[in-house]
């Protein structure tokens, strides 16, 4: 492990920037996920190969040694959650960060005092069969409003929601909720259904949101902070696609064309009103390969019943392109939140590119909501990239591409992977969401620079990289975390 000061030289328009250099060595790879533990200064890193999996704890006191963590053998992922300690040391918080694990039997939270997990919970889930190659991070915690850490634990028939007491206890809540079914293969599969957050009746109280069957179920949270078990159906007037009209598959006998799918993306405030919105992703199928999403936002309304919605969105985002993800923040710091689209086209002229050269092209464009609440139908902002497909192995590597509060304004900069060894830095600018000339910084990327962090890791308020190498990094940078520290 060593520092090194990386001064970046840039010309006399733009403010230098000072990165401090960390480079960690693992042990491992960092093929897995990350997890910054704000409140105890550790960062978490986990990693795989075939016959083997890690975990470790990154201290970012200073030091920045590396503690291994023993991997409950029943485990199956990890997040952070804050507990309740029952005897904490004096001048400790009673309210404590910790690593937890979502295991077979329930959740267990670790203990770096002594190096052992603890068991908090215990209770049946989807996760029954114990994935032994891979420990990923996992949404199971939630905070619905205590301050304290809760769990939602999804099983076949229902989802099980524990909520953390005053004491550090937890009580049970069985909302009446199934897993989502594939069915149609040789062998079924089941996934969770996805949560949202939300204060749907407007009571000052945040409720849990699923969508079955293209409607919205409502779980709503009670004055003493218990919920109701079984759902209470929304008649918002925003047509959602069922499972039956998702399933595009020819076998079925529906053809793709023409068909239009309808889901959920996100309930948020879109508008900084202070009320939840609606963000609906329509996909249009051309044929199986061909497809156009847009976004269809409906903003939330004050009823004397809560929630309500326009049956038309308010605003739309429409892509002639298939997005790889989708981020939706407040980049320029006005109090609106905007869309960043990474996306590619998958027809016949991407897979012969992908043939003759390895590569196919990644489009990102920005979308802004301006102070009409609309977003324009051309993107505000556009940047290209490159996708390095290797066909041999079965693999792609995608491009550093980040958003980062670097100047601690709020406002975004725009970061760029070029080549695999230089770094550039967009700075927001009043007129345009980022400059068209860019600070450049040369030093080695990640192959696959899709488990790039961006946390602010030194309290500072600015935003910090930590760059995750795997076994199949070059030599020189194997299995190690590169740190770009914002002073």
Same mark, same amino acid.
């Given at each position: ?37 704000? &409140? ?40 952070? !959650? ?66 304290? !850490? ?101 076998? /079925? ?12 993306? &996100? ?92 590569? /196919? ?93 961006? !946390? ?6 600015? &935003? ?24």
């Amino acid at each position: 492990m060593h520092r090194l000061l990386l001064l970046a030289l840039f010309s006399s328009v733009v403010t230098a920037k000072q990165l401090d250099k960390v480079t960690v060595a693992l042990g491992h790879p960092a093929n897995g996920n990350m997890l910054h533990l704000e &409140d105890t200064k550790l960062l978490a890193v986990s990693g795989f190969s075939q016959f083997e999996r890690w975990l470790s704890l990154v201290s970012l006191s200073g030091d920045y040694k590396v503690q291994p963590v023993a991997i409950p053998a029943n485990a199956q992922y990890f997040s952070q !959650a804050r507990l309740v300690a029952v005897n904490p040391p004096p001048g400790q918080p009673r309210l404590q960060q910790a690593l937890v694990f979502l295991t077979l039997d329930g959740i267990s939270a670790y203990q770096p005092q002594t190096g052992q997990t603890v068991p908090l919970i215990s209770s049946p889930s989807l996760y029954r069969v114990l994935d032994k190659n891979r420990l990923r991070s996992s949404e199971f915690v939630l905070e619905l409003g205590s301050g304290r !850490a809760d769990f939602l634990l999804p099983d076949f028939n229902q989802s099980h929601l524990f909520r953390q007491q005053p004491d550090g206890s937890f009580k049970q809540y069985s909302l009446n909720i199934n897993a989502l079914v594939t069915s149609w293969r040789d062998s079924p599969s089941y996934q969770p259904r996805q949560h949202y957050i939300a204060d749907v009746d407007l009571d000052g109280r945040l409720d849990l949101l699923f969508i079955a069957g293209g409607k919205f179920q409502v779980f709503y949270q009670l004055a003493d902070g218990a919920f109701n078990t079984e759902p209470v159906t929304q008649n918002w007037p925003v047509a959602l696609s069922t499972e039956q009209q998702a399933d595009q598959r020819n076998d /079925a006998g529906r053809s793709y064309t023409g068909q239009n799918i309808d889901s959920l993306r &996100d309930i948020t405030d879109i508008d900084g009103d202070g009320i939840a919105d609606l963000v609906v992703n329509r996909e249009q199928l051309a044929d199986a390969l061909e497809r156009n999403n847009s976004f269809r936002v409906h903003f939330g309304m004050k009823t004397v019943t809560g929630l309500s919605f326009s049956a038309e969105p308010d605003t739309r985002i429409t892509t002639d392109t298939s997005p790889i993800a989708v981020v939706i923040d407040d980049f320029n710091a006005d109090g609106r939140k905007d869309f960043y689209i990474p996306s590619t086209h998958f027809g016949v002229g991407t897979i012969i590119r992908v043939l003759l050269r390895g590569s /196919a092209n990644l489009d990102i464009d920005f979308y802004l909501l301006n102070e009409q609440r609309q977003y324009s139908n051309k993107p505000d902002f556009q940047q290209n990239a490159t996708i390095d497909v290797s066909i041999s192995n079965l693999r792609y590597d995608m491009p550093l591409f980040e958003v980062a509060n670097l100047d601690g304004s709020g406002q975004k900069s725009l970061i760029v992977g070029e080549g695999g060894d230089e770094l550039r830095f967009y700075s927001p600018e009043p007129d345009r969401l980022f400059s068209r000339r860019s600070e450049r910084l040369n030093i080695k990327l990640p192959r696959d620079a899709r488990k790039v962090l961006v !946390a602010d890791l030194t309290g500072n308020g600015k &935003d910090d990289l930590v760059l995750p190498f795997d076994s199949q990094d070059t030599e020189q940078h194997r299995n190690q975390l590169l740190l770009l520290l914002n002073l």
